[in-house]
């Protein structure tokens, strides 16, 4: 799997778009890039994936540019309750096994 | 729905003694996680089950064991506690391989002393 690179912390006002960066230079054609959250002293919580397309839910939007080796998640309208650890995985699909491999993540910190 | 329950919440634990810590999940997914989380590492996995019956080791396995007897129960096994695996444990499941999303327990937090 991929090896990711993210912002060891970031700030964003409460009620502002928060934009949180991934470089991932080396994906391959079949890796897709999920994103994670963990708010403090809780497990991990899926936020969203994709391959190649922008992909939006009802919790955020992921940009993925065009050759693949960044991506983007965004929230659109932070609240205080999206402070957390958000982690940026690329696995590949279809693999032998589902296990997900975590880096340190990016530490948001939504302002008041 | 209860989706995935560890126990226990919390232990504190002697060194040299064994310890269980129990998962279970209500969603029948195929396959299950542990990992560990420490202060400025992230997460780890330690083992993993892509079904019942079958386990693997991940990046982290040495100490731990893992059995996987049925679809529900995933239970992490520490055969004699040292102090470096104070750590935080988190449970995870999945539907199955492939592009599937995981979900996690709360974690337990054990101390070795």
């Known amino acids: 799997d991929a090896k990711t690179t993210q912002p060891t912390s970031m700030d964003c006002a409460e009620g502002r778009a928060a934009n949180l960066p991934c470089n991932h230079s080396?994906?391959?054609?079949?890796?897709?890039v999920y994103w994670y959250r963990q708010i403090h002293s809780q497990g991990p919580q899926y936020i969203i994936h994709?391959?190649?397309n922008n992909e939006t839910n009802e919790m955020a939007s992921l940009i993925i540019t065009e050759d693949r080796k960044s991506s983007t998640l965004i929230l659109p309208h932070a609240t205080l309750r999206d402070t957390a650890v958000y982690y940026c995985?690329?696995?590949?699909?279809?693999?032998?096994?589902?296990?997900?491999?975590f880096g340190t993540g990016t530490l948001l910190a939504v302002q008041p | 729905i209860a989706g995935i329950t560890q126990a226990p919440t919390s232990q504190i634990l002697a060194a040299g003694r064994r310890m269980t810590l129990r998962c279970t999940q209500d969603?029948?997914?195929?396959?299950m996680y542990w990992y560990r989380q420490d202060l400025g590492l992230g997460l780890r996995l330690i083992h993993y089950?892509?079904?019942?019956?079958?386990?693997g080791k991940g990046e982290v396995p040495d100490g731990y064991s893992v059995s996987r007897a049925n679809t529900d129960d995933f239970p992490l096994t520490l055969a004699s506690a040292v102090p470096s695996q104070t750590s935080v444990y988190f449970c995870?499941?999945?539907?199955?391989?492939?592009?599937?999303?995981?979900?996690f327990g709360q974690g337990t937090r054990l101390t070795v002393v």
């Open positions: 995870a499941s999945s539907e199955g391989t492939g592009n599937s999303i995981a979900f």
């Open positions: 080396t994906i391959s054609g079949n890796e897709y």
């Open positions: 994709g391959l190649k």
């Open positions: 995985i690329v696995r590949k699909y279809g693999g032998a096994t589902n296990k997900l491999i």
């Open positions: 969603m029948r997914h195929n396959a």
């Open positions: 089950s892509n079904t019942a019956g079958t386990t």
